[in-house]
């Protein structure tokens, strides 16, 4: 499983030529940065610092989206009661099962109308009327937090509004952090919704980029591939070492150990 990430990583400080004679070979014949330098200069005028700027932007706002607005739809069904509660979750929990593929082409017709084609709204705008799995496992996470809580804040005072942000965000913390995980690393790697929204390289998220970067029809710089790719997984990388813990105690916590 590991060898192909290991093989990625010491690829990108092999020569061209050592990468073509000896393909099986793991460890370098000899050690280079060079591919580093190549590669961060992109393509089509574009260096790969827009490539990871674009990526960094559409991340973070599409993460704060996702996370915000799961947070409060996972709060009105936590702590709210309202007709069709029930249901309107179950549908919610269905939806979950349906293929992104059979969204493509309806959600392609909808953002053209709207103008988004070619703009990063596509891409981000979704993210902030929720999304069922995070609603999912942040509303698993609320359940364990006792309704007393809730009752001797209003009896203070506190509003609905006022509960959520005072008492239920600081104790949902892990879940948040949990579902900002998932949210970056599967924001960070998506490939086909760029490819499908953006047409202009300037826009190009890191993943487009990266397939862009190499043409099977043409002689490719692998070695400047490997190191881009390398330099791609790191932002992903420090996020989970960093928050690791509140990963794993959200996800023992919410339900989903079963």
């Known amino acids: 499983m590991i060898y192909p990430f290991l093989y990625m990583i010491f690829g990108s400080f092999k020569t061209q030529q050592d990468i073509v004679q000896n393909p099986t070979s793991l460890l370098p014949a000899s050690w280079t940065l060079e591919n580093f330098f190549n590669g961060w200069k992109g393509f089509g005028n574009t260096t790969f610092a827009t490539f990871f700027l674009n990526s960094f932007m559409i991340t973070i706002l599409s993460v704060v989206g996702q996370v ?112 900002m995980i998932f949210a970056a690393y599967w924001k960070w790697g998506d490939f086909f919704s760029p490819m499908i929204y953006l047409t202009d390289i300037k826009k190009y998220t890191l993943s487009v980029a990266l397939k862009m970067f190499t043409d099977p029809a043409a002689q490719s710089d692998w070695g400047a591939s490997y190191a881009m790719a390398t330099l791609s997984v790191l932002p992903v990388l420090i996020l989970f070492f960093c928050f690791q813990k509140y990963l794993v105690e959200g996800i023992s916590t919410s339900g989903l150990k079963g």
Not at 81 to 105: H, N
Not at 124 to 150: C, E, K, R, S, T
């Open 68 to 179: 915000a607005s799961s947070a409060v739809v996972a709060y009105g069904f936590a702590r709210t009661r309202f007709k069709g509660r029930t249901v309107w979750f179950a549908i919610m929990v269905a939806t979950m099962m349906m293929p992104s593929q059979v969204l493509i082409i309806p959600q392609y017709i909808m953002f053209n109308k709207f103008g988004w084609i070619n703009t990063w709204l596509p891409l981000i705008v979704p993210g902030f009327f929720g999304m069922p799995f995070f609603i999912f496992l942040i509303y698993q996470f609320m359940q364990n937090i006792p309704q007393a809580l809730d009752e001797a804040a209003f009896i203070d005072g506190c509003s609905k509004y006022s509960i959520f942000r005072r008492i239920v965000l600081p104790l949902i913390k892990p879940a948040l952090v949990t579902s």
